[in-house]
């Protein structure tokens, strides 16, 4: 019985929330100068603190970090999860690149018994954000529905792309 209602409320959410994994293809947006979000800003320090990944283990952007992938929708996530199930397994390591993606506003239970072990089909780290808070300081609302790869040099932000497909976010990563 209780797995029935687990069942109902999970495809009443998915109803809801749409399935849909399309990413609307739209030109790459580059900024290089200003303020991206409240705690990303070209010319100054990148510090998100300590994540977590999908296994749990611990991970911070440090001074060998190059780029960082972030993503704040579901669609985007998909999209660089796709890309990246076309690299090698050592990919993001070889590029020093770091994968964020914000599930904090995912109902835990949809996150626990769905979502948390769909990542955990991935040997690469995905560092999961998990307090809203937390996301939006670093959340760009006019961008959200794209892949924010943000460009490091010693950990300081040398300038941020949003992109949409994966073609371009190959490009901005090599």
Same mark, same amino acid.
């Given at each position: 019985?209780?797995?029935? #209602? ?33 705690? &990303?800003? &070209? ?7 300590? #994540? ?9 952007? !440090? ?5 960082? &992938? ?9 999209? =660089?999860?796709?890309?990246? @199930? +076309?690299?090698?397994? @050592? ?8 994968? &964020? $993606?914000? =599930? ?13 072990? !769909? ?8 560092? #999961? ?11 760009? !609302?006019?961008?959200? @529905?794209?892949?924010? =790869?943000?460009?490091? !040099? ?10 949409? +497909?994966?073609?371009? #976010?190959?490009? $901005?990563?090599?």
């Amino acid at each position: 019985m209780k797995l029935k #209602l687990m069942a109902a409320i999970f495809a009443s959410v998915l109803t809801i929330s749409g399935c849909s994994n399309k990413v609307e293809e739209k030109p790459v947006v580059k900024v290089e100068k200003g303020t991206i979000a409240p705690a &990303i800003e &070209i010319g100054k320090k990148f510090e998100p603190g300590t #994540l977590k990944d999908q296994f749990g283990k611990e991970g911070t952007v !440090d001074e060998n970090s190059e780029k960082v &992938i972030m993503v704040f929708a579901k669609s985007t996530g998909h999209l =660089v999860k796709e890309f990246l @199930n +076309t690299k090698p397994e @050592n990919y993001l390591e070889e590029h020093h690149v770091i994968f &964020i $993606a914000d =599930v904090s506003k995912m109902p835990s239970m949809i996150f626990k018994y769905a979502a948390l072990p !769909d990542l955990q089909k991935h040997k690469y780290p995905i560092y #999961l954000i998990l307090d809203e808070s937390v996301s939006q300081k670093f959340k760009n !609302d006019k961008y959200k @529905n794209y892949v924010m =790869v943000i460009d490091l !040099d010693h950990s300081v932000v040398k300038e941020v792309e949003f992109v949409t +497909t994966a073609k371009d #976010l190959e490009e $901005a990563i090599d």
